[in-house]
């Protein structure tokens, strides 16, 4: 017997904690009505994990909630409003141009989650922009945050997308779309700098005990809450990025308003994998000066950390000098755990031993990044390839690799670091075979613009399980075809 969809899933209980713990950052809005709405994708295990029907999610009330026009009893929608510096640049008054916050539901595990709307129309702070989205940039967002969650890094989720049924005028008309997704919340450095900027420290105390009650309650019991609160930030963005430098991924757009208290990647405009490692690669067209190349994303990161400081400075200490050495000492422990991060990320990459001198390891390290960059390496081939090596087979990295003298010298050198051998289904483990490559993301979301779902489904079922090699999806694991080209990433505008 088919049972009609749960409708109780349609009105779930959404908070308004941050609209009403912080008014002052939350501009109630609406969104606007959408003309055709049609569901491109929905994340069925999401929505379960949320206590949201699937099946009730495809009725046209589902969508309703899904693009914002259909708004539960209670809740009270908002822009968010947040400052950020844009490549360096400061911004005053940013916030949701085209987004709004639904509010926060509680999902099955107990866990406050904000449920989110991009291209859902213009609010107040939109200036200059339409407030929407194409199907293209907001399928882009799901499949790379799908990916980054299957990778284990800390990521906002998609949880639909749903197309308008409107056109959106860029350089060519493009179908418009809404993403629904959630976040442990959207809290961002940015929000701190905009509420610091207007001078009411009471504002900037509520914000930060809210930051600390959402997500870094160990805080709220140091000695000095504020410090400790910008310490666990900067923990967990050390964490994060230490893992995108692992996996060979470059955000594209790391402005002060993109970085996360919560420590989750969020915001997949220009985002991109690497194909071969070169530490200077830009994929966003606006990144001119190469501010968020891939290498650049540590000292980026600190960068952003320091701004987060200076906002949380009058609530570190009373006295002004005192609060910046205390700051000052904190960002030092930001590279100190980001440079761990990476070193544990990295001999995990190569399966070196725990425990393995660093005289050893640290060059082995050191010198198969320069091999790779020298030799124009795909970087997660390589990563792949070298577990076939683990396992007796070296022709695979061989293969990859022009100086034949050089990586063989390497792997000489790995396999005597590692007495028992290189552990190579620990390392399968933490390297993946599959992630959204270029020119299968690019491939992907051509077919759904045109209409064709069936290349997005795909590429989902591969990388949603990034680790298991699959019989039958070997195009997912390997590299552009030179016909590719040099590839370039556009602002999810
Ligand atoms: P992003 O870099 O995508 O995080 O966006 C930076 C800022 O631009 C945010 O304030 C966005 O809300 C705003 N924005 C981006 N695209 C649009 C758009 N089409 N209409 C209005 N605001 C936008
Ligand atoms: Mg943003």
Known sequence: ????????????????????????????????????????????????????????????????????????????????????????????????????????????????????????????????????????????????????????????RALAVVATGRTVRRETPLPGAVLARTASSHLRVGSFQYARATDDLDLLRRLADHAIARHHPDAAQADNPYLALFDAVAAAQASLVARWMCVGFVHGVMNTDNVTISGESIDYGPCAFLDVFEPTTVFSSIDEGGRYAFGNQPPITEWNLARLAEAL??????????????????????????????????????????GLDDAVATPLVDEVYELMRANHVDHTGFFRALGSAARGNAEPVRGLVLDLAGIDAWLERWLAACPSGPDADAMDRVNPIYVPRNHLVEETLAAATAGDLAPLASLLAAVRAPYDERAGLERYAEPAPDSFGDYQTFCGT
Do not use: C
């Not at 009105?11 to 606007?32: Q, S, V």
């Not at 422990?333 to 725990?354: H, V």
């Open 313 to 354: 400075l009058p609530l570190i200490d009373d006295d002004q000098e005192k609060a910046v050495a205390l700051a000052v000492e904190g960002l030092g422990r930001f590279r100190d755990r980001y440079a761990e991060a990476w070193k544990a990320g990295t001999r995990a990459k190569l399966g070196l031993p725990a």
């Open 1 to 156: 017997m088919s049972l009609a969809p749960d409708s109780t899933a349609l009105t779930p209980a959404l908070g308004d904690l941050f609209a009403r713990e912080l008014p002052e950052l939350a501009l109630p809005w609406r969104a606007e009505a959408t003309p055709e709405p049609t569901l491109l994708a929905l994340n069925e295990p999401l929505a379960e994990s949320l206590g949201l029907d699937p099946a009730a999610l495809r009725t046209p009330e589902g969508l309703g909630l899904l693009t914002g026009t259909l708004v539960p009893a209670g809740a009270t929608p908002v822009a968010q409003v947040y400052a950020g510096h844009q490549f360096g640049g400061y911004s005053p008054r940013l916030g949701d141009g085209r987004a709004l916050l639904l509010g926060e539901i509680t999902d099955t595990d107990g866990v406050l989650r904000d449920l989110h709307l991009k291209g859902s129309g213009r609010t107040p702070l939109a200036r200059g922009g339409d407030g929407l989205a194409a199907v293209g940039p907001m399928l882009r967002e799901y499949v790379v945050s799908e990916a980054m969650h299957a990778l284990g890094i800390p990521t906002t």
